[in-house]
């Protein structure tokens, strides 16, 4: 089933879908900077655009663009910063 996610005021929205990859969400962000938890392991390609992005421990951020893909652990908190709208592919493990 197809479910639609809004977060921060509508400035983040995902369509979630599973298939036989697994889990999986397709969303486009506004300009802005945001902070994500994750209760699984997170692989998130950009498709669009480009996120700089801030994982745990890390002390630099990293610019993440169109095509690269960038995994996040499980139960952790992470920072994004979108310089313009992007769009990503999020893959649940």
Known sequence: ???VNEYFDRQVCS???ANAQGNATVGVMEAGEY???TSCVECMTVV???LDVLLPNAIEWK???QGETFIVPANVRF???AREQTA???CYR
Do not use: P
Request: some cysteine; aromatic content about 14%; glycine content about 10%.
């Open 79 to 81: 920072k994004v910063i």
């Open 1 to 3: 089933m197809i479910k």
């Open 63 to 65: 610019t993440c663009k």
């Open 15 to 17: 369509i979630a879908f």
């Open 35 to 37: 902070e994500f938890g």
């Open 88 to 90: 990503y592919l999020c």
């Open 48 to 50: 669009s655009g480009a």
